[in-house]
């Protein structure tokens, strides 16, 4: 099990940058891989997307070009720099670690992007 903390969500214009953490609570060397999740209000939550242990990375294509996974093990870090923003990006978002078929969630972080 692993305890996970979102941070860096804020209130941003359209066409913005942010750039979210996820902080682990123990090393993320082994987990086979970290996601990222958003929910937006009165809708159920999307998957957008992982890096694997290995490096590998895949991306939903509604954020695919805009948005970029990564991870800094020595750093038990793993980050989603999100571009060119949109209002429909407007959203809560989580991170997920997933090993040995099971995941831990963390709280969320928010994201506005005003238009």
């Known amino acids: 099990q692993v305890q996970l903390v979102e941070s860096g969500g804020g209130l941003v214009q359209a066409g913005g940058s942010l750039r979210l953490s996820c902080a682990a609570s123990r090393n993320i060397f082994s987990i086979s891989v970290m996601e990222w999740y958003r929910q937006a209000p009165g809708k159920s939550r999307e998957w957008i997307a992982l890096?694997?242990?290995?490096?590998?990375?895949a991306y939903a294509s509604s954020v695919k070009g805009r948005f970029t996974i990564s991870r800094d093990n020595a750093k038990n870090t793993v980050y989603l720099q999100m571009n060119s923003l949109k209002p429909e990006d407007t959203a809560l978002y989580y991170c997920?670690?997933?090993?040995?078929?099971?995941?831990?969630w963390g709280q969320g972080t928010q994201v506005t992007v005003s238009s």
């Open positions: 890096i694997r242990s290995g490096g590998t990375t």
């Open positions: 997920h670690s997933l090993q040995g078929g099971l995941g831990d």
